[in-house]
């Protein structure tokens, strides 16, 4: 079975980088552009990870992460925070507020598959996530 990765973002230039970087790699990929919509798919889809934008419109990232890990279903689903500004306390702000992961932008096309790969490894194994 595929893993899928719901990818969070509202630049479609940003997207389609994320969406080239991992096509190759026999995921699932799903697609949301806003909050609301990263909230309704993660719930009918399920993903086994979450690539999330923190800065989206009608909720934010942070945001839509919280409300996730309110939920059992998202409490070990891996989550990347993904930020263009990345500010002193920014990282800590993210992984605290339920991120596992923290990606700058410009994302780093060679590192976030190996990142991804790991991640998921760790989850299918049962073991809690290493914070990145």
């Given at each position: 079975?595929?893993?899928?990765?719901?990818?969070v973002?509202?630049?479609?230039?940003?997207?389609?980088?994320?969406?080239?970087?991992?096509?190759?790699?026999?995921?699932?990929?799903?697609?949301?552009?806003?909050g609301?919509?990263?909230?309704?798919?993660?719930?009918?889809?399920?993903?086994?990870?979450?690539?999330?934008?923190m800065?989206?419109?009608k909720?934010?990232?942070?945001?839509?992460?919280?409300?996730?890990?309110?939920?059992?279903?998202?409490?070990?689903?891996?989550i990347?925070?993904l930020?263009?500004?990345?500010?002193?306390?920014?990282?800590?702000?993210?992984?605290?507020?339920?991120?596992?992961?923290?990606?700058?932008?410009?994302?780093?096309?060679?590192?976030?598959?190996?990142m991804?790969?790991?991640?998921?490894?760790q989850?299918?194994?049962?073991?809690?996530?290493?914070?990145?």
């Open positions: 079975m595929q893993e899928k990765i719901l990818i973002e509202d630049n479609p230039q940003n997207m389609k980088l994320i969406e080239m970087t991992l096509r190759g790699k026999g995921y699932t990929l799903l697609k949301a552009a806003d609301e919509e990263a909230l309704d798919m993660a719930m009918r889809e399920q993903p086994d990870l979450i690539i999330m934008d800065q989206l419109p909720l934010n990232g942070l945001e839509v992460t919280k409300r996730l890990r309110k939920t059992s279903a998202f409490s070990h689903t891996p990347i925070a930020t263009a500004y990345a500010m002193k306390g920014d990282e800590e702000k993210f992984i605290n507020g339920g991120c596992d992961a923290y990606v700058s932008k410009p994302i780093n096309t060679r590192e976030l598959p190996g991804i790969a790991e991640m998921l490894r989850r299918q194994k049962g073991n809690p996530l290493d914070k990145w």
